[in-house]
């Protein structure tokens, strides 16, 4: 079975500037997150969906993220204007529908992005 | 909101030697506990996963943690390192609404 796929793999910005990140879940997986990882920290979350809909965005910074997932497949991070904290490994995940294997995240390989 | 905490940034062991990694974390209800593993140049994969039942769970490659409830832990061991172990261990717990993870602990085990 495919994985996550993320793209780009890497990004150089300088501030101010806008990106986007890409992600194709697991085939059949409902649930799709975004995760920020900045170096020497553990994964936060910044936004779930299931299917298309938001479950929890409580720590996307709405001011400069946004997300989407339409159709309820893949799915876009935007931040908008940058700023040189958001450097960081933007991970996307997935899990599939139901019970306990709904419990357990698929990573894909993130986007390493740097803000100059 | 759910804090894990992992008791070392880095540790440094030899082959052969045996690896026990500290997790706690600060929620009282029910949890579902996780490690992952990051491999260098790989993505996060999982190791091992506590749902219910018996407190010892075996997961890949050799590993084993045990649920500790009183105690609010979730240690990771593995008897005998190899090299191959070298890689960042992450402890994540997850409560009623999300998955947090700890900031992760690098193994780097020496040949």
């Known amino acids: 079975e495919a994985g996550v796929a993320q793209s780009p793999r890497y990004k150089i910005i300088e501030k101010r500037q806008s990106v986007a990140f890409w992600c194709n879940p697991i085939s059949g997986h409902a649930t799709l997150y975004w995760y920020q990882q900045i170096l020497g920290q553990g994964p936060k979350l910044l936004i779930q969906f299931q299917n298309n809909g938001v479950v929890d965005d409580s720590q996307l910074p709405k001011d400069r993220f946004s997300a989407e997932r339409l159709k309820g497949v893949d799915s876009t991070l935007k931040i908008q204007p940058a700023k040189l904290e958001d450097s960081a490994v933007y991970l996307c995940?997935?899990?599939?529908?139901?019970?306990?294997?709904?419990?357990?995240?698929?990573f894909g390989p993130g986007t390493r992005l740097t803000v100059t | 909101a759910q804090s894990v905490s992992q008791h070392n940034h880095h540790v440094i062991l030899s082959e052969a030697a045996s690896l026990e990694l500290g997790c706690n974390y600060s929620?009282?209800?029910?949890?579902?506990l996780f490690w992952y593993v990051q491999y260098p140049g790989q993505h996060l994969q999982l190791l091992l996963k506590?749902?219910?039942?018996?407190?010892l769970v075996k997961g890949i490659k050799g590993f084993e943690a045990e649920f500790i409830k009183s105690k609010f832990s979730f240690n990771l061991r593995k008897p005998s390192v190899q090299w191959s172990d070298t890689a960042e261990y992450f402890c994540a717990v997850k409560d009623d609404y999300k998955l947090s993870f700890g900031a992760g602990t690098t193994v780097t085990v020496r040949a």
């Open positions: 929620y009282g209800g029910t949890v579902n």
């Open positions: 506590y749902f219910s039942g018996d407190p």
């Open positions: 995940a997935s899990s599939p529908r139901g019970g306990t294997s709904s419990y357990e995240q698929y």
